[in-house]
């Protein structure tokens, strides 16, 4: 396996930086002033899957802060990461108590 170097001035690597603070500090610690700092005024966030849409660093603030309220245990742990030009891949892991039943967990238990 061919493993770069790390070099913390490379395009990778603060890209890297960038992708762990959106997952660790932002969703993981709730801390939103890390949306002002790493997302762009246009953005758009493209997630099929989610009900929620998010332009802009407000939205993702809105949509953090209402996820930590159902899930105020939530921790994330970013187990990998792999950078090559603009794209990182994130692998991680997430806990979370889901005392009030609030999410999607529910649709899942069929009888």
Known sequence: MHT???NPTTIEARNQAV???WTEELWGQGRLATADEIIAPDYVRHDP?????ARGPED???IVTMLRS???DLHITV???IAEGDIVVSRYSTTAT?????TYAHAYDRD
């Open 79 to 81: 187990e990998m990461m």
């Open 70 to 72: 159902m899930l105020p």
């Open 4 to 6: 770069k170097t790390s």
């Open 98 to 102: 889901d005392d009030d039943d609030l």
């Open 60 to 62: 993702v603030k809105r």
């Open 19 to 21: 992708a762990r603070r």
């Open 49 to 53: 899957g989610d009900p929620f849409p």
